[in-house]
């Protein structure tokens, strides 16, 4: 039975802290990564960081996971940070199997990504493309042994794939713990088509889908397996020998996986593996933070490391760049990325969430910054993901909060129930996942959703900026209405992936 002592108790902090070289003392020189080959510099077109606000990152970093393993359900996690071609540090915290009292080894301690997955998914449709074997704008059907219905005579084209506007429903059943008898993405999602909801090209719902249907158009076009394509094309070549996408795991990568954790009862009981075997392309890899670093590096270095090289800096400005957004004011995508930050400086990312496992990229191509995140724990340990990667970009990059807007033009947004357009439109709508929408005082919105309530001041006509206490230098979560009046909906800043629109009685 796998035991951890209920994690109110006094000692749980030091305990982890000292599984993961973190008690007080000096951190071991064995905690910093290895230089990665030197990444090629790309002209940063908003200068340098400022280096006091680098100075004792570190540091900091290890005071917010301290905090993190007393507070948020932390079992263990890695961090990898990103600057000017180098990598800054790689830190790991907790452990990576609490039976075995067996801590994090932040150089070789494999953890799930995610969603993340999905970013060497879209690496290598840019290969494609480069090669000339892909168009964008083509009907995804050109490249597939199988058909997915049009929708009024609209098709899916690959840059919906990139987009998340295949206008799809949403799909369940993509997790199995059970390793006899894995499916075979390749079958799965010819057999597992999602329903047909709106025009593509339009409304962003992300879709898991869509990006496995990317890989198998990289695997049709190229005539390699997707498995074998990925190591092949991207992870030799940038010395990541430590990921993969192949399930189940086999020899050290098995061996140094992490074991993904759930809080019951106060105490972390160890979860079977999840196997992603049917979307493999959309999130069923595992790697080590160095690795996730290495493959950082190569993207902000314009997709060279060293003397490799697997984009043309084309291919990853335009991974990069904007394409399209649901609220008029907010983020929106980019293509695979999705916008983290706007400006000073524009940040680009992607998260990604298993059962168990809760991860985050996040890059400053302006600034050549990036940093990886990944933990496991209780259900906390996922927010324990978000406030990290929060606390990192307010240190670095810090921001005002906007100032609040108190004019009377403009009537107050509807309230009542909003129904998120990312779900499986095959099963009945669960209004407990709603969010309700209420106005206590002018200017103030408060949306009380399936983990409790958030307050938003206004700071624009229909734009809202979340209440965030003691809170200095951001970021600030915001909140945009649109759609008015005819299709009341709004969107959250951090999810620019989904939309939500009001339940009509």
């Not at 998914?121 to 219905?149: C, H, W």
Request: charged share 20%; no cysteine; net charge neutral.
């Amino acid at each position: 039975m796998t035991y951890v002592p209920d994690k109110r108790l006094a000692g749980l902090g030091s305990l982890l802290l000292a599984a993961a070289g973190l008690t007080g003392a000096a951190i071991p020189a064995a905690m910093a990564a290895p230089q990665a080959p030197r990444a090629a510099r790309v002209p940063a077109k908003g200068g340098t960081i400022d280096p006091a606000r680098l100075r004792g990152l570190a540091d900091f970093v290890d005071g917010v996971m301290a905090e993190q393993i007393a507070s948020r359900e932390v079992a263990g996690g890695v961090v990898s940070v990103v600057y000017g071609g180098n990598i800054l540090f790689t830190r790991g915290y907790g452990f990576a199997d609490i039976d075995r009292h067996r801590a994090v080894d932040p150089m070789l301690t494999l953890f799930r990504p995610g969603s993340v997955s999905k970013l060497f998914t879209y690496t290598s449709l840019m290969q494609q493309v480069e090669l000339g074997r892909v168009d964008l704008d083509a009907d995804v059907n050109t490249y597939i042994d199988f058909k997915i219905p049009p929708f009024k005579g609209r098709p899916i084209r690959v840059r919906d794939l990139m987009q998340h506007t295949e206008g799809m429903s949403d799909v369940g059943g993509i997790i199995t713990r059970n390793p006899d008898n894995l499916p075979d993405y390749r079958d799965w999602i010819k057999k597992h088509i999602p329903e047909r909801i709106w025009a593509p090209g339009g409304e962003i719902s992300y879709s898991n889908y869509g990006v496995a249907v990317a890989g198998y158009i990289v695997e049709r076009v190229s005539g390699e397996r997707f498995e074998d394509y990925v190591e092949k094309h991207i992870f030799t070549p940038l010395g990541m020998h430590m990921t993969t996408f192949r399930e189940p795991l086999t020899g050290a990568m098995r061996d140094n996986m992490a074991v993904g954790y759930r809080l019951i009862d106060g105490r972390f009981v160890a979860q079977p593996y999840e196997f992603v075997s049917a979307i493999v392309p959309a999130g069923a890899s595992a790697a080590t933070a160095p690795d996730m670093a290495r493959f950082m590096l190569a993207l902000l270095g314009g997709g060279s490391l060293g003397n490799a090289r697997i984009l043309k800096s084309s291919s990853v400005e335009f991974l990069f760049a904007n394409s399209i957004a649901n609220p008029p004011h907010l983020q929106g995508m980019a293509h695979g990325f999705y916008e983290v930050n706007r400006a000073n400086p524009r940040i680009v990312g992607h998260a990604g969430n298993t059962g168990d496992f809760h991860s985050n990229l996040i890059l400053a191509p302006e600034k050549g910054f990036g940093f990886f995140i990944s933990t496991t724990g209780g259900q906390s340990s996922s927010d324990a993901r978000t406030e990290l990667t929060q606390a990192i970009i307010g240190k670095v990059f810090p921001q005002p909060p906007a100032p609040r807007w108190t004019a009377v033009d403009n009537p107050p947004p509807p309230a009542g129930a909003y129904r998120g357009n990312r779900r499986d439109y095959a099963q009945p709508a669960n209004p407990r996942y709603d969010f309700k929408v209420s106005m206590p005082e002018p200017h103030i919105v408060v949306v009380e959703g399936p983990e409790g309530k958030t307050a938003w001041e206004q700071i624009g006509p229909y734009l809202y900026q979340q209440i965030t206490g003691a809170r200095q230098g951001g970021p600030y979560n915001r909140l945009e209405f649109y759609g008015l009046p005819d299709n009341p909906s709004f969107s959250f800043s951090y999810e620019p992936y989904e939309t939500y629109h009001l339940v009509k009685p």
